[in-house]
């Protein structure tokens, strides 16, 4: 006799909502195993363990503990019952809500049972694909040489004025802008010239030289970020304490060798050569990869429940979030200097997890009907080095992995022709 009535509403393809009701008597049961638990560890003056009454230990650890320990101990069994008896193998851990609990009365809660969507396959063999050309011309490997060689440049001082691109040291105040203004002086330094500061105080450095001192105003725009300043005008004041120039070293064997234990300038181009080409060639192997994902997209069809959908997005949404935390932001103020909204934003995720959830989806079954599969074994084998592995990380290893093997097989049976 099953120990849950259940009465189950499909609210739309592939989503299900479970109205589940744990009789009274079960309840009492759950309830007095948890009394007894509590009464084996609780130490109660006057009492042995496992002999302290229900009401001396409500009144000791309160009901609101009882209550938490009894739902931890019911709920999730009882709606694993529900939804075997239902026949519903959930791909997501279901969610549920409107629970009604009280002592000596059923425990009633609603939960959402979301299943695989069907899929149709098309044909995802012989897909037709442009083979992309790794093209790695001398121009390219000049223009990588001489950004790899930038990065050498050293920075000395000088007595001339600044010049844009030069490293200026100055102390400043801002002034007269709202919850920001403040007489304390700041130290920092910037690349003169430079446009991407608010306020504009790189830009005000060129032709600047040390011990030189500044003050310019600057009005923050109407539709500014930050709404505590927008519409204000700030005061800045500076001092340039030094300004550094920066030195470039000739690029010759010499150099070579002692910057990049190379034997020589051609030696170093060699390796800028392989470099690109092993570059150029994972950036093919991506887009060869992508081509396929959208071929299989049209050619194949399954619908992502809404239900699905949403979940995914508040995921991805979560995952913006983490960090941006790190880093001392929030979401709301990083979407703001975006110009974007949350709903906005969520929009735009909405697409990208329909795509991947589509993608996921098509992937498996072609898994399952080529007999594709994935060992424990290869999945710890490549988790490998991973200090952090729970149940969620290694079921995202085996997808990842499955998903891998599965478009190694379309990408070995494509019809391949020459492209770009």
């Known amino acids: 006799m099953p120990s849950v009535n259940v009465q189950a509403d499909q609210k739309e393809p592939c989503v299900w909502e479970l109205t589940v009701e744990v009789p009274a008597h079960e309840v009492r049961r759950v309830t007095d195993s948890v009394y007894r638990q509590i009464s084996r ?18 009144r000791w650890v309160g009901e609101e503990r009882i209550h938490q320990q009894v739902l931890e101990n019911l709920l999730p069994n009882a709606l694993l019952e529900a939804i075997q008896q239902q026949n519903l193998t959930p791909i997501i851990s279901p969610e549920w809500r409107n629970v009604q609990f009280a002592e000596g009365e059923p425990l009633r809660f609603v939960a959402e049972v979301i299943t695989r969507p069907e899929v149709k396959l098309g044909e995802y063999k012989g897909l037709p694909l442009d083979r992309l050309k790794v093209v790695v011309t001398d121009e390219d490997v000049q223009r990588e040489l001489e950004k790899l060689w930038q990065e050498l440049a050293h920075y000395e001082p000088t007595d001339e004025p600044a010049q844009e691109h030069d490293r200026v040291r100055v102390r400043y105040q801002v002034l007269g802008e709202g919850k920001g203004s403040s007489e304390q002086w700041q130290s920092g330094t910037f ?9 504009p105080l790189p830009q005000n450095l060129v032709g600047r030289k040390a011990g030189d001192e500044g ?21 800045v004041r500076f001092v340039v304490e030094s300004v550094l120039r920066r030195q470039l070293p000739e690029l010759t064997d010499e150099a070579v060798r002692r910057e990049f234990k190379l034997d020589s300038v051609e030696e170093l181009k060699e390796e800028v050569r392989y470099e690109l080409v092993r570059q150029s060639r994972q950036t093919a192997r991506f887009l060869s990869r992508v081509q396929a994902e959208e071929a299989l997209l049209q050619r194949c069809l399954v619908t992502v429940p809404n239900a699905l959908l ?46 991947t959830l589509k993608l996921r989806f098509i992937l498996e079954a072609i898994a ?53």
């Open 215 to 235: 003050e310019f105003t600057f009005s923050y725009p109407d539709d500014f970020s930050d709404p505590d300043l927008a519409g204000k005008t700030a005061r």
């Open 310 to 355: 949403e979940r995914f997005t508040e995921e991805l949404v979560a995952q913006t979030g983490q960090p941006l935390r790190q880093k001392g932001l929030t979401l709301e103020l990083w979407l703001q200097r975006q110009g974007k909204t949350l709903d906005e934003y969520k929009s735009e995720l909405r697409s990208e997890a329909e795509r």
């Open 368 to 420: 399952e009907k080529e007999g594709i599969a994935v060992s424990d074994e290869e999945v710890q084998q490549l988790a490998q080095g991973e200090t952090e592995l729970d149940e969620d990380r290694l079921a995202t290893l085996r997808r990842q992995l499955l998903e891998q093997r599965v478009m190694e097989l379309v990408l070995a049976t494509a019809r391949w022709k020459d492209g770009t």
């Open 41 to 58: 560890t609780l130490p109660v003056p006057g009492f042995r363990p496992g002999h302290t009454p229900p009401s001396i230990i409500k």
């Open 191 to 199: 690349t003169a010239g430079e446009a991407k500061w608010t306020p």
